[in-house]
């Protein structure tokens, strides 16, 4: 295999390999996330999908349904973005369970709902990170969140137009914390710059 | 009776009136109309990136502001529009979100509301009305009929450029 890749051509080792990432980061999530809510949370096994675009929006309810997304840029031996998305319903049903109100409780979100939401974000992606700097020993420093909510397609065009420049295919980690009611679908999106793919994959010593 | 046709993200599509082209969900992409008011021919692009010849990648030309209007233009062409008469309309490139950030990667949909401009300008194609910027998503509808684009937001009024 040659020492460059390109997205299109990544191959199940690698696709094992970042579902592995996920696995532990979104381990690591559910943990800060259990601490935080101070009650146990259950997590589904991730599932790792490669997805055109065209596709991407239609796992989070179609191109219009209102979801929200929490960004993080990322630096340091890898560069690239994060991003944290989940159903506006499950964003929900997260931020109930923090404050500890009625689960049914659908009322518009207020400042102290919305800047709750933006640090489980931040809590939930710093996790996925960490593993991900731990298992590559690769030192990755994030930016402070950022977060938005609006239409799925206008809130995937940031990630995807950071995967268009390699490719047109999308990497996604699905996790789900939580069940029935409780239940919270949360989705990473890790858009690392094409070289620091190479970076990653080469440290996990998948090539070279 | 009409019918809608969906342009997805990176794709374009022309289609004759009544005919509605409609781009679901536009962040920081823009989507790109290009209209024969005589003819009543229509083209819609949703664009993701300014230009074609910074990518390794540039196989898709829907994706790209450059590739996409030159693709449109001979597809409309061959559909019987004529060039000089197009005009166009624009809609997108937000920013999605707040970044402080000044750099490129950051600015990404003001750079492809830029892009489509200059090129759309360079072509001679007037822009009849536009949409963009701002730090919301769109979702909008095109009725070759009479040539309204219809722009639809969360929590706004929809309103017609």
Known sequence: ?208 | MAETIKVGMADLKTCMAPNILTTLGLGSCVGIVLYDPLKKISGLAHIMLPDSTQIRNNDNKAKFADTAIDVLINEMVNMGAKKDRLVAKLAGGAQMFAFSSTNDLMRIGERNVEASKRILNQLGIKILSEDTGANYGRTIEFYSENGDLLIKTIGKDSKII
């Not at chain 1, 997205?7 to 592995?20: P, Q, R, S, V, Y």
């Not at chain 1, 009322?107 to 590559?136: H, K, P, V």
């Open chain 1, 1 to 208: 295999m040659s020492d460059k890749m390109d997205f299109n051509e990544l191959n199940e080792i690698h696709i094992d390999m970042l579902k592995e990432i996920g696995n532990i980061g979104a381990g690591n999530a559910t943990t800060a996330l259990s601490q935080l809510i101070n009650k146990k949370i259950d997590m589904g096994v991730p599932k790792v999908n490669i997805l055109e675009f065209k596709d991407l929006s239609e796992i989070l309810g179609g191109a219009e349904n209102p979801v929200v997304g929490i960004l993080l840029n990322v630096e340091g031996q890898i560069n690239g973005m994060m991003m944290f998305v989940l159903q506006q319903s499950s964003a929900h049903n997260l931020v109930n369970l923090l404050m500890g109100r009625d689960l049914d409780d659908f009322t518009e979100f207020t400042e102290m709902d919305l800047s709750a939401l933006n640090e489980i974000g931040n809590i939930i992606a710093g996790a996925y990170l960490s593993s991900l700097s731990s298992l590559t020993e690769l030192k990755i420093i994030a930016s402070v969140p950022y977060m938005a909510m609006d239409m799925a397609g206008a809130i995937l065009s940031v990630p995807a137009i950071e995967f268009g420049k390699v490719g047109d295919k999308a990497l996604l980690i699905q996790t789900d914390f939580g069940k029935g009611k409780e239940e919270v679908k949360g989705y990473f999106i890790l858009i690392p710059e094409m070289e620091s793919y190479n970076i990653i994959l080469n440290t996990l010593g998948i090539m070279g």
